[in-house]
């Protein structure tokens, strides 16, 4: 190494440290007449773990080499951005970190450079072991006989094993607030709306009163018992598949470690909520969906049962989610870009049928079953906040004439008091029940000029409502993760339904919680259940295959960015149940990856 370069790495190790010294504090807004001020403000006394952190990571510098492809330096820089935002935001609620002042900015650069050297060295890093994917990954030659006989099996009661607790610490089952309404909607206690899938909701319905012929606890027991079977199923599924692909036993085991283990999955499994269902369908479907792709991309004959097959799931999918058509519905249709004239005539009446079916669902069944439909508000989410946060800074700067014409739209002097940074429902409840034409025109030309007129404050609004989808260290503030409980609140819990722990002061749930909780909090292992670390994972999975020129495999991700892009536009910033159908996927999604990648380096060798 010549004297330039460990000069370099000495230097990268300390911008890189220095970045992460400031940025693990809490304070990170400072104050002072000139820079050193500022930043001796943020860093305050040094502490034995910057020196650790520095000397780790000089070590680790030295031992690396940077790979300078514009792919890694790139996919570095993102991830330093939503650092930087992330944790601006988090702390502060807005960009100040950033664009507080002169002295922020510089503050902030300096991060971004130091968070951007680690993050290419560790991507550099993760590419050479990638050069070695095959002895890694594949080519398991030594085998475990007792695991190859019944495997299925034997992964499908081992799953149950580790869930086990949850259930029975949870007896019958925990009811939140989501659920309770489903299952007043399916027995008539409350009015029946799609603001949850209707059909869905009858399901659910239907498996509570088989039970309830016992009595009322036991329907939801019904409920749970499903879950279990259900998701267990499905899981062992996966971890067959990716078994099949040809992985070491290291890779397909942890695979089922994953879903064993981690609190995120056991924890909706004892809870009657209408994502315990669709996390494995979504598992289903996105299998089904790289089976239909190998066929059409190696032009391969396409078979009836296939195709139907793929249709079913897609349907189940549908039902399960109303935001279902907008991910199979947009993916069928990337089909299209590699189907060539062979199979174009199939996917279009695909597409026909995937349509009429989403038309029919809102335009004849519901109305039929006198189901009301999802308000419009749901989609509103993101113009919603916006116009909050607007009222919220610079009302003041808004004609009378302005206000009347989003108050017609939503209760202009609420907005205020009842905008979230994090979470769109406050606002969107204040909607107004009948409006026209004529006033939701108004409303979007007084939106467009708020937009001009301070499209910072508009932009921020965005960022605070989506950044924990990024953000790897964000954990939801506004609403639990786990469903450890029993809705109490009057609008579900009429009286009608006598739903209760056995156990109501269990010691044990208090354990579970504290053990749920330990995995959001500790080093390493809350990356496991963060929404923005599997964001993360997603984009390197985009890179590895662009790196690869696997531009027609790329398709197949829009499956998983379809899903992230209605995160983004959800009420909720950085939920862990509106990222756990990506999270449920995400084994497939990286061990298919691998696989072609791998395919792609054999062939290359080959030629």
């Known amino acids: 190494m010549t004297s330039m370069k460990k000069i370099g790495n000495i230097g990268a190790a300390f911008i890189s440290s220095l970045a992460m010294a400031i940025l693990i504090r809490t304070k990170i807004i400072s104050e002072g007449s000139n820079f050193f001020q500022y930043i001796n403000g943020i860093v305050q006394n040094a502490s034995l773990a910057d020196a650790y952190i520095f000397f780790s990571l000089l070590y680790f510098y030295i031992k690396s080499e940077i790979c300078y492809k514009p792919l890694i330096i790139g996919t570095g820089g993102c991830f330093s951005v939503f650092v930087i935002l992330g944790k601006s935001y988090w702390e502060l609620g807005s960009w100040d970190f950033l664009f507080g002042n002169k002295y922020q900015l510089v503050i902030a650069v300096i991060c971004f450079i130091g968070l951007w050297c680690f993050f290419v060295f560790l991507l550099s890093y993760g590419k050479r072991c990638l050069d070695k994917t095959h002895s890694l990954m594949f080519s398991d030659k030594k085998k475990w006989r007792f695991l190859e006989t019944h495997f299925e099996i034997k992964c499908f009661f081992f799953l149950l094993l580790c ?41 659910l319905g239907k498996i509570y009163m088989l039970g309830q012929r016992i009595d009322d606890n036991f329907g939801i027991l019904l409920i749970v018992f499903f879950n279990a079977l259900f998701s267990a199923g499905v899981y062992t ?97 990337m089909f299209l870009l590699i189907s060539g004239k062979k199979y ?90 009948e409006i026209t034409k004529t006033e939701w025109k108004a409303y979007i030309n007084v939106y467009l000029k708020m937009l001009k007129k301070h499209p910072g404050v508009c932009i921020q609004a965005t960022l605070n409502n989506v950044y924990g989808y990024f953000y790897p ?18 609008q579900v819990a009429t009286g009608d339904l006598n739903i209760h722990y056995y156990n109501s ?17 500790a080093p390493g292992f809350a990356m496991l259940q963060s929404p923005g670390f599997y964001t993360w994972l997603l984009i ?43 999270m449920a996927i995400m084994p497939l999604v990286l061990s298919w990856t691998l696989k072609m990648f791998d395919k792609e380096k054999q062939n290359v060798k080959a030629e």
């Open 540 to 582: 390197i999975s985009i890179v590895i295959l662009l790196a690869s020129h696997q531009f027609k495999e790329l398709i197949v991700m829009s499956v998983p960015s379809l899903h992230l892009a209605i995160c983004l536009v959800s009420p909720v910033n950085g939920l862990l149940r509106y990222a756990m159908p990506l």
């Open 237 to 333: 599924y996966i971890v067959k598949r990716i078994k099949l692909w040809g992985f070491k036993k290291q890779i397909y085991l942890g695979t089922l470690l994953f879903y064993a283990i981690l609190p995120m999955w056991g924890s909706f499994v004892q809870a009657v909520i209408k994502d315990t269902i669709y996390f494995p369908l979504f598992c289903l479907y996105f299998v089904a969906y790289i089976d239909l792709f190998g066929k059409i991309k190696d032009r391969q004959g396409l078979k009836l049962s296939m195709l139907v097959r793929y249709m079913i799931i897609s349907v189940l999918l549908m039902c399960a989610r109303n935001n279902g058509f907008y991910i199979v519905f947009p993916a069928t249709v």
């Open 163 to 203: 869930w086990l607790p949850y259930i029975l610490i949870n007896m019958p089952g925990s009811l939140p607030y989501d659920g309770y309404r489903q299952l007043n909607m399916a027995l008539g206690i409350q009015e029946m709306t799609n603001h949850h899938p209707y059909l869905v909701s009858i399901f």
């Open 473 to 490: 260290s964000y954990k939801c503030r506004v609403l639990l993760s786990y469903n450890y409980y029993i809705e109490k609140k009057p």
């Open 505 to 521: 002061h269990s010691v044990w749930r208090e354990w579970l919680i504290a053990y749920s909780d330990f995995w959001q909090l």
């Open 344 to 433: 174009i005539f199939s996917l279009i009446v695909m597409l026909l049928a995937l349509f009429s079916f989403n038309w029919g669902y809102y335009n004849v069944l519901l109305p039929i079953n006198d189901v009301q439909p999802g308000g419009i508000q749901e989609m509103l989410s993101v113009p919603f906040q916006q116009t909050a946060r607007f009222v919220k800074y610079y009302g003041d700067e808004l004609s009378e004439e302005d206000k009347e014409a989003i108050n017609h739209i939503l209760d202009y002097n609420q907005l205020a008091e009842k905008y979230n940074p994090d979470k769109s429902d406050p606002v969107k409840d204040t909607i107004r029940k």
